[in-house]
């Protein structure tokens, strides 16, 4: 896998239509394949990362397309490679047109994310920058990509550097005091504990940070549910902004569940509307639709109970663990309630502003703030394990443990915390991370 390249191409914009389509190209061999598909004047090695105008041509000599093409020597290039882009015209034809002629030249098409392991592999990215490329693509909200642009530029590395550094500071101290017999008394190891102590300090600070801002990153989850004809629909569409469900004034009218994506203070939030809960269903139809639905609370960040305001038994929020937020509904049908409690119309559009706040104010979300880098799962599993030795090596040592059993638990926690920027990497990480990038990235 390291080490080994080959010359590859691929599509780099999206397919259909559009005014221009890029090729991407990498690898040894390029100029020569290049060479063979390119009518063009001027020549691309004495004119290194400038647009030369130029025609691709096929294998049987006909003209395909009138291009631009940039030539990026390696290894000051975005794989560390010889790196070619081409600039066509897009649509359905034009591009694959020039990519058959570039594959025929002696390319092979890409694989997902194959342009960006190379940048990896080549050291120009580490990883966590790497997976910042694909977190920017996949943005949707203005969040999310100030977060992946915050990640791009190196901000995770520079907080996991330090903490790297002291573990290994303390690796080398062990590994002294086992090779060189040096003494390992109580100063020494009082170091070492305000050393670990540290370490752990910065570990949890980074999972505070990805708990605080998980929802900046991936969005939040809210599911609208209650008991049947409540409004949960009603309230979808008002908060929607447009009719997405069927509403009527017959009970059981959502059986299958609706998602629409909002944005909250910049935020993404999912809206999920369900079936109507209720006991005694006799429906197979009905119990399906209530067994979505109960799912769907159970992958939600956030229910939204709703309540009926006109009609006093209206039920409450089953007892569940799930953080849960009543909102009283139909406020516009009651005249006199309660100051203090959550009531919307979703006809008058009463209530919609102060649900929200109460919603993102219930998940802790401080829209105002947002943090100034948020690791992501991947980067949280990591961080967890490190931690988890870390924890690990300091019971060892209050437990006076000998420095070589403390040393094995200080190595599992660099092991752990190298996954993230990948200065640890296995095939798996490799095929884990780069998998879910989309083709010519
Ligand atoms: N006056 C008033 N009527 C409402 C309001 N919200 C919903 N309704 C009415 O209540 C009835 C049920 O509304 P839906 O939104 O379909 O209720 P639901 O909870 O989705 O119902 P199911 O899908 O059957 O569980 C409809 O006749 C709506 O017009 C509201 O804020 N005010
Ligand atoms: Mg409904």
């Known amino acids: 896998m390291l080490g080994v390249t080959d010359l590859i191409a691929a599509v780099a914009t999206p397919q259909g239509s559009g005014a221009v389509s890029i090729i991407r190209l990498s690898g040894p061999g390029l100029l020569d394949a290049l060479g063979k598909i390119l009518v063009i004047k001027q020549s691309l090695a004495k004119n290194p990362r400038k647009m030369l105008l130029g025609r691709v041509q096929a294998a049987d000599g006909s003209i395909i397309d009138e291009v631009l093409v940039a030539y990026f020597p390696g290894p000051n290039s975005f794989t560390g490679e010889d790196c070619a882009e081409i600039q066509g015209h897009a649509g359905l034809i034009a591009p694959s047109l020039v990519l058959e002629a570039i594959l025929d030249a002696g390319a092979r098409l890409a694989k997902p994310g194959e342009f960006s392991q190379r940048a990896f592999l080549n050291n120009r990215l580490s990883l966590d920058q790497a997976e910042a490329i694909a977190e920017l693509v996949d943005a949707q909200s203005r969040s999310e990509a100030i977060l992946a642009n915050r990640q791009l530029s190196g901000a995770l590395g520079e907080k996991i550097d330090p903490i790297r550094r002291r573990l290994i500071n303390l690796a080398a101290t062990l590994t002294a005091i086992l090779d060189f017999e040096e003494p390992w008394d109580e100063p020494d190891q009082k170091k070492m504990a305000q050393d670990i102590e540290a370490i752990q300090s910065a570990l949890s600070h980074l999972l505070t940070l990805r708990r605080e801002g998980r929802v900046f990153r991936e969005g939040l989850r809210l599911v609208l549910a209650g008991p049947p004809n409540v409004g949960k629909s009603s309230l979808f569409n008002a908060l929607l902004g447009h009719s997405r469900a069927l509403v009527s004034p017959k009970p059981g009218t959502t059986r299958d569940y609706l998602e629409a994506s909002v944005s909250w203070q910049g935020l993404r ?49 089953p007892e569940t663990s799930l ?21 919307i119309s979703a006809k008058t559009g009463q209530g919609l502003a102060e649900l929200k706040e109460a919603a993102l104010k219930i998940l802790s979300v401080n829209y105002e703030r947002p943090p100034e880098l948020v690791p992501n799962f991947r980067h949280q599993k990591a961080l967890e394990e490190t931690a988890k030795w870390v924890v690990a090596a300091d019971q060892a040592l209050k437990d006076g443990a000998p420095p070589d059993i403390i040393n094995l638990e200080i190595g599992a926690a660099l092991n752990s915390l190298g996954q993230i920027t990948g200065q640890v990497m296995t095939e798996d990480l490799l095929v884990e991370v780069f998998s879910h990038f989309c083709l010519g990235k």
Do not use: C, H, Y
């Open 269 to 317: 939030v999912e809206l999920v509307d369900t079936a109507g809960l209720w006991d005694g269903s006799e429906d197979d139809l009905d119990r399906q639709g209530q067994d979505l639905a109960r799912d769907q609370m159970r992958r939600s960040d956030l229910v939204l109970w709703l309540r009926d305001l006109a009609s006093p038994d209206s039920p409450p929020a």
């Open 323 to 343: 953080p849960t937020l009543t909102v009283w509904a139909k406020a516009d049908l009651v005249s006199n309630f309660d100051p203090t409690i959550l009531a």
